[in-house]
């Protein structure tokens, strides 16, 4: 019994931190955002955070451009699971935004999301399921 008690306690100890880590997540602010206040203060106000924020955009497809030619062709078909698994979370923000919408609008473009981001991915797994195909012995 006095184990189990104990077991309670820590687990009452471990809700405490998790709500606590919740809470201190939700009043901070997004890492972009932040980056991009920070470079709008350091330059005195000669860097603009949307500037800022498209700049690293832009660097980030170049990035992409050059991880994704450098991959094998054997590892194409992986390559294209993974970014449908990874393009899937997509689904989650769309869900809040038009479940949570405070306007509108927001329920519109999180409903244009959602069907958008539905569509990449059953074409995405689709696709992947056609390149599987390919290496698979022909029966005769």
């Excluded at 939700?26 to 498209?54: K, Q, T």
């Excluded at 991915?121 to 599987?132: A, E, N």
Aim: aromatic share 10%; glycine share 8%; hydrophobic share 60%.
């Amino acid at each position: 019994m006095e184990q189990l008690q104990k077991a309670l306690d820590q687990l009452d100890q471990a809700t405490a931190a998790v709500r606590l880590a919740v809470q201190d997540l939700a009043n901070a602010p997004a890492g972009a955002e932040a980056a991009g206040n920070a470079a709008h203060a350091l330059s005195g106000g000669a860097i603009d955070p949307f500037v800022f924020r498209f700049a690293i955009f832009v660097l980030a497809i170049f990035v992409g451009y050059y991880v994704v030619w450098s991959v094998t062709p054997a590892l194409h078909t992986p390559l294209m699971a993974v970014t449908n698994a990874i393009s899937s979370v997509i689904v989650v923000g769309a869900l809040l935004a038009v479940g949570i919408a405070a306007s509108g609008l927001a329920a519109g473009f999180g409903f244009v999301a959602l069907v958008l981001v539905s569509v990449n991915i059953f074409g995405g797994f689709l696709v992947t399921q056609r390149m599987l195909a390919m290496y698979k012995k022909k029966e005769k």
